[in-house]
């Protein structure tokens, strides 16, 4: 993910202001988000 795709994400274009904890946690969500989406066509066929 990129930091354009991040700001997208958050519905603004402004720079992240956030703490590094609350960068890392979104971080992971989204990595979450990602794998789960990946995963769901290989179990489906």
């Known amino acids: 993910m990129t930091n354009d795709e ?4 958050r519905g603004t ?3 992240f202001s956030a703490s590094e904890e609350q960068v890392k946690v979104t ?3 989204s990595i979450r988000k990602e794998k789960y ?8 066929s």
């Open 27 to 29: 971080w992971n969500e």
């Open 13 to 15: 274009n402004k720079p």
């Open 6 to 9: 991040y700001r997208k994400l």
């Open 37 to 44: 989406q990946y995963r769901k066509p290989n179990a489906s």
